[in-house]
């Protein structure tokens, strides 16, 4: 009998129907074609064939390049004064790209270190929010009852409290730092996050490889660990394309009001203050950094979009 059963498996894998070859199935000829790739192979296909998300992944990746090496090739230092080139308009003279400030200082050097705090700004921050978010609502949402109704209530509560109001007042007492601003940020930001994966966890915990993790006797934590986090990092990974630009976004309102971080560190959002004040002088000084952020903005938010639409089975 387990003779029969082997080769009839092997002639199964060697020989396919020819029906299930003609539409793409699993194997053709011993050779595992699309149909059996995984989920997540299957996913960065579709991506891949979305021009606009993967055209925006590529100018995403060029910028972060660029924030993070970029300084280390330019001639120019964002600190040192040029003070032969002050006030300089966009220019190859002294390679002063996006021109100077008022102190001879080089705009271009001073961007790309700015969106490198930007970046790393909204990069930490997301990393925190994600991980209050998705322990906060995990829990929520699986626990449920009251236990779900409570943790809730938190949010809907903290949801009410003036979220600028409460950095403003955090950056006065207690300083501008640079992890001060992510922690400040990040204090307001997982709400959203524990509302997406407590609504996902809902439909999760009734599903039949829970039952079967409860009916061996694990542990609650280590279901939610285990089996429910697992099955939420695309959802998770989605919303935190639409995260990283909210505190991006954030981190230079709170920069444009002198609430963001302090000299000699600067930032897109400081670099823009510093632009609106002279923008009838020197417009440049507004043009090249806010460039930027909208162009890093938009690239996350179609790199976002693409991801949501490769990851969603409903789709296809």
Known sequence: MKIRLFNLAARAFVAPPADAASAGGCLSGGIVTKASRGPFAIAGMRFLRNRAA????VILLLIVVACFAGPLFLPNNPVDSDWGSISLPPSWLGMHLFGTDELGRDLLARTLVGGRVSLEVGLLGTLVSGLIGVAWGATAGFMGGRVDAVMMRVVDVMYAIPYMLIAIMMMTLFGRAFYLV?????????LDM???????TLSLRSREFVDAARATGVSTRAIIARHIV????????????????????????????GLGVQE???????????????????????LCPAVMLCVTLYCVNFVGDGLRDALDPKDH
């Open 182 to 190: 992510v922690l400040t940020i990040s204090a307001f930001s997982w």
């Open 230 to 257: 697992p099955n939420l990092i695309g959802v998770v990974v989605v919303y935190a394309t639409v995260t990283v630009p909210s505190i991006v976004l954030t981190e230079s309102v709170l920069s444009f009001l």
């Open 54 to 57: 993967f055209a925006s992944l």
């Open 194 to 200: 524990a509302r997406v994966v407590r609504g996902q």
């Open 264 to 286: 000699p560190m600067t930032s897109w959002g400081v670099l823009i203050e510093d632009g609106a004040q002279k923008l009838e002088s020197m417009p440049w000084l507004l």
